[in-house]
């Protein structure tokens, strides 16, 4: 007979767990998920055995994403009574917190994380650091839905609370002044040309789109209305467009060189700037046989989750020439520029808005 949860833990010293349990794929129990982890180390390498607590830490940035990407299903439940909604005062405080933290980014200003952190952990009790951590990336998701732009760190997850999170966070930052302020400053600042050289860290793996369901029911809930679309404004800067496109011109320049075709790399061309807008993408390009590739440049001074906007042309190109379209997304452009790149259609990889085509990872 197996050893039930309070022995299992009791035999490799582990303590339950706070935040994040694995659904056994036979049972549907949950289970621990550090203490799983720990364990299976020592069925996997029997001549060290098992990993104590302290030998590494668990939670989302460690466990979480080893047991995902084993095909292990892990959910996350708060340690103020595991499943426990949040309640109003609770949302209010960490929203406020994180409203906050969002405008000194906007603005330049610097600020520490962990000390916003823990003094939010004095005004709540009974939650966790992962719970606030995951609360946190709920908020970004909420503030991506209504336009705004969204913490560095804190990657939007769209599992929430909705009518609750939804109402606060649309309330608290429709009357934030500074946060208005700061946030169109942000998204209409020019943009000077950045000054690289080295694109060899410059590709990321592009985000999936994650339409998870939400909590509660299935009911409609009308997407909230949207004073200011900032990230619809920041699509409109002219300046960060050019210099997105100039950084994806030398770019794909540079991809050539290194896969030894440098002869094609001196004929990519700027077609957007050369022949004019409107043909559905910006620079030609080849492959190393000499087909050819259209780009289409989308950049954003924000993270990689940050929805974009196409055009219904660029749409229908892209659908035309699916073998030969990529769709180059360079975002945190002011600070250290990357790209990811979607090959084919845009609907393939994003939720598509049929209306303002607005893109989104959800």
């Known amino acids: 007979m197996g050893l039930g949860r309070a022995d299992f ?3 490799y010293g582990f303590k339950p767990a706070r935040d994040y349990f694995v ?19 020592g069925y996997q390498f029997p001549e060290q055995g098992a990993l104590k607590p302290e030998e590494f830490s668990g939670g989302d940035a ?6 995902q990407s084993l095909g292990f299903k892990v959910i996350h439940k708060s340690s103020a009574s595991a499943g426990e909604d949040w309640t109003r005062r609770e949302v209010e405080l960490i929203v406020a917190d994180y409203l906050d933290m969002l405008t000194r980014e906007l603005t330049g200003q610097r600020y520490n994380k962990t000390a916003h952190r823990k003094r939010l952990l004095e005004h709540l009790p009974g939650r966790s650091n992962g719970s606030i951590e995951f609360k946190h990336a709920n908020i970004s998701a ?7 732009p969204y913490l560095r760190g804190y990657k939007p997850r769209v599992n929430f609370q909705r009518r609750l999170l939804t109402e606060i966070v649309s309330e608290q930052a429709g009357r934030y002044k500074e946060l208005d302020r700061a946030a169109l400053s942000a998204v209409e600042m020019p943009v000077v040309p950045a000054e690289f050289e080295d694109f060899r860290k410059v590709k990321a793996p592009a ?11 299935a009911a409609y809930v009308a997407r909230p209305p949207i004073k200011r679309d900032y990230l619809e404004r920041e699509s409109q800067n002219r300046s960060l467009g050019l210099a997105g ?12 060189i290194e896969l030894g075709v440098g002869q094609l790399a001196e004929k990519v061309e700027h077609v957007s700037q050369t022949q004019g807008d409107g043909l559905g993408y910006d620079i030609r390009s080849f492959e190393t046989d000499g087909s050819e590739r259209f780009i289409e440049v989308k950049t954003t ?3 990689e ?17 699916p073998e030969e379209f990529r769709l180059y997304r360079l975002f945190d452009f002011r600070q250290a520029p990357r790209l990811f790149e979607l090959a084919g259609p845009i609907e393939s990889h994003c939720a598509l808005d049929p209306t303002t085509y607005r893109a989104s990872f959800g």
């Open 23 to 41: 659904i056994d794929p036979r049972t549907g129990i949950e289970a621990d998920s550090k203490a799983i982890v720990g364990v299976a180390f």
């Open 62 to 67: 460690t466990v979480v994403p080893l047991l």
């Open 305 to 321: 989750r940050t929805p974009f906007f196409v055009s219904a042309n660029e749409v229908r190109f892209a659908r035309s020439r």
């Open 142 to 148: 909420v503030l991506v839905e209504l336009g705004f």
């Open 207 to 217: 985000p999936p789109a994650r339409m998870a369901a939400r909590d509660e029911d």
């Open 301 to 303: 001074s924000f993270g």
């Open 245 to 256: 496109e100039e950084f994806a011109l030398r770019f794909e320049r540079w991809r050539l």
């Open 9 to 11: 833990l009791q035999k």
